[in-house]
């Protein structure tokens, strides 16, 4: 604005150009970076979550959630982990994944134990990359990941324990990795890595994580309406008797 203002032409077209190219190369050259920081606002958006649309469908996210059993996933595991079979499951409670989804090939197939140990067979062509489960459905298998750039990250972990933490780190997903040299399993979630856990502690930790806040705070509200109600009867019946 100031060469415009000064009338130096010259300068100020020679500015334009490399204002022009130079937007460029930075798209260029950052764009892991840039890939990185929209995938963190995507992450962090209410609207993206979905929040807004299950406050009006309240009664449809309920029954999706009664429906989602978890037990073939532990189960699944279990003896994935006796055999030392490896294996990584994204679960994902607000949304599809499809770019990474995308990646693999899709299967939209209902979620059963004897599936999941078909995809993680050696043999099979599907065991090499992760799993992504959504709303009680394996969406797809064979997936890539993101790998984590954490330099803090034990040498014991391999590349499968480096993909679970990447893909906790960038989006609002718990992953399950079933390690392959030793059979333990672990948990990772919003870049931290909960390691040898119990099948017991696994299925805390993911009913956790796929129960919601809000219905949380609808469990917390509807406690005590119900020792409020049961007391209330208490003292009818001592007030009749």
Not at 16 to 30: D, H, N, S, Y
Not at 54 to 62: A, H, I, P
Not at 94 to 120: C, H, P, V
Not at 212 to 219: G, I, N, P, Q, S
Request: glycine letters at 8%; aromatic letters at 8%; hydrophobic letters at 45%.
């Amino acid at each position: 604005l100031i060469v415009r203002a000064a009338q130096m032409e010259l300068l100020g077209l020679i500015l334009g150009q490399f204002m022009g190219v130079g937007v460029l190369a930075a798209i260029i050259l950052f764009q892991p970076e840039i890939r990185k920081f929209l995938l963190l606002i995507g992450k962090t958006t209410d609207f993206n979550k979905g929040n807004f649309f299950n406050g009006l469908f309240v009664w449809k996210r309920r029954t999706a959630k009664e429906a989602y059993n978890i037990t073939p996933i532990i189960e699944a595991a279990k003896t994935l982990g006796g055999t030392n079979t490896g294996a990584l499951i994204v679960l994902s409670k607000d949304s599809e994944l499809k770019f990474y989804a995308e990646s693999g090939d899709i299967i939209d197939a209902y979620l059963s134990k004897r599936l999941l140990l078909s995809i993680f067979n050696k043999h099979s062509p599907l065991h090499d990359g992760a799993v992504i489960i959504f709303k009680g459905k394996i969406k797809a298998a064979r997936c890539i990941l993101p790998v984590s750039e954490n330099d803090a990250l034990p040498a014991q972990f391999g590349l499968r324990h480096r993909a679970a933490l990447g893909m906790s780190e960038i989006t609002d997903t718990m992953v399950l990795i079933v390690s392959e040299e030793t059979g333990q399993f672990s948990l990772a979630r919003n870049g931290k890595l909960l390691h040898n856990l119990s099948p017991q502690e696994l299925r805390k930790k993911i009913n956790d994580y796929l129960t919601t806040e809000d219905e949380k705070k609808e469990e917390a509200v509807e406690e005590p309406a119900e020792k409020e109600a049961k007391a209330t009867s208490i003292n009818e019946a001592k007030a009749r008797a």
